[in-house]
């Protein structure tokens, strides 16, 4: 699981089936302090996630195809979760919506 911003969306008129009437968003991966980490990328959304929304990034194999019930999807990522706060013993990360830049 990782941690990302939802900075985009994605439209296509052709795709393949697995991608059939879903949501497609472009998120930035983060680390705890919100600062960016490598290239954004294309995740699936799986819980209704918005632009500037923190969320929570599925990427495990074989993840996709049981979630989207669609053996061997093609997916690499899904948004699995809005996120709320982290703790991480005595710290407390707050992750209210970021502003989203492309």
Same mark, same amino acid.
């Given at each position: 699981m990782r941690i990302g911003v939802v900075i985009g969306s994605l439209t296509a008129s052709? +795709?393949? +089936?697995?991608?059939?009437? +879903?949501?497609?968003?472009i998120v930035q991966r983060l680390t705890l302090d919100r600062k960016p980490?490598?290239?954004?990328?294309?995740?699936?959304?799986?819980?209704g996630a918005g632009r500037g929304d923190v969320i929570l990034l599925g990427a495990a194999p074989g993840l996709a195809s049981s979630?989207?019930?669609?053996?061997?999807?093609?997916?690499?990522?899904?948004?699995?979760?809005?996120?709320?706060k982290i703790e991480l013993g005595d710290r407390e990360f707050e992750m209210e919506n970021l502003p989203a830049e492309a």
């Open positions: 052709d +795709k393949h +089936k697995a991608y059939h009437a +879903k949501n497609l968003l980490m490598g290239f954004p990328t294309m995740a699936i959304d799986y819980v979630v989207l019930n669609y053996p061997k999807a093609p997916v690499q990522q899904l948004i699995m979760g809005i996120i709320d």
